[in-house]
């Protein structure tokens, strides 16, 4: 199964300041899917096929990458950006999540 | 309006067998190229796909777990369901279900299940 590792794991950010989150494939993806999870709620599709946004989804977030490092990058931060963010692949079975990166408010 | 919903036991014993039902509304899984799919999430720790079953019957299993799962449908009903046999205590999470493309775009609430003697 592709393992994919997220980094960093815990970070914090102002409002206004630039994020980016990485996520490493341990077999080339095709595509890269993100997620983010606000406390005791359900995961909600943030990125599609690596780089497109969800319906809804503010243009401050936007993601890149190909073959085994793809990316997301929050452009400006909000306080409603806090949140834990999860990559996903479903180039080959079983379909993986990365572990996860808890984003705070500073 | 795609919505999904999740219902359960709440609580079960070690070694019973866990069923889940999926309810959802706005689109069929008899439309071409849709699937529907069980994630868990143990409190405080990350997403673990389970299965999912798509409109033609297909269907796909975690591999950690596949002899003690099976996934299953009523297109009449709107319904997708997951079962999982002999839990234990490592069955204690958070159980979604969601629509999916192959990505997963729309989301139950999830149910709470506990495993406990």
């Known amino acids: 199964e592709i393992v994919l590792t997220q980094s960093p794991t815990t970070t914090a950010a102002s409002p206004g300041e630039k994020v980016t989150i990485t996520c490493l494939a341990s077999s080339s993806v095709s595509n890269m899917y993100w997620y983010q999870q606000k406390s005791g709620a359900s995961p909600k599709l943030l990125i599609y096929?690596?780089?497109s946004l969800a319906s809804g989804v503010p243009d401050r977030f936007s993601g890149s990458g190909s073959g085994t490092s793809y990316s997301l990058t929050i452009n400006t931060m909000e306080a409603e950006d806090a949140a834990t963010y999860y990559c996903?692949?479903?180039?080959?079975?079983?379909?993986?999540f990365g572990g996860g990166t808890k984003l705070e408010l500073k | 309006q795609v919505t999904l919903k999740e219902s359960g036991p709440g609580i079960l014993q070690p070694s019973q067998t866990l069923s889940l039902t999926c309810s959802f509304s706005?689109?069929?899984?008899?439309?071409?190229?849709?699937?529907v799919s069980w994630i868990r999430q143990p409190s405080g720790k990350g997403l673990e796909w389970l299965a999912t079953i798509c409109w033609e019957d297909s269907k796909g299993y975690n591999p950690s777990l596949k002899n003690r799962l099976t996934i299953s449908k009523d297109t009449s009903n709107n319904q997708a369901f997951l079962k999982i046999t002999s839990v234990d205590t490592a069955d204690t999470a958070i159980y979604y279900c969601?629509?999916?493309?192959?990505?997963?775009?729309?989301w139950g609430q999830g149910v709470m299940v506990t495993v406990s003697s």
């Open positions: 096929s690596t780089s």
């Open positions: 969601a629509r999916s493309l192959p990505y997963f775009d729309y």
């Open positions: 996903q692949q479903w180039s080959s079975n079983p379909p993986t």
């Open positions: 706005g689109f069929s899984l008899s439309t071409s190229g849709i699937c």
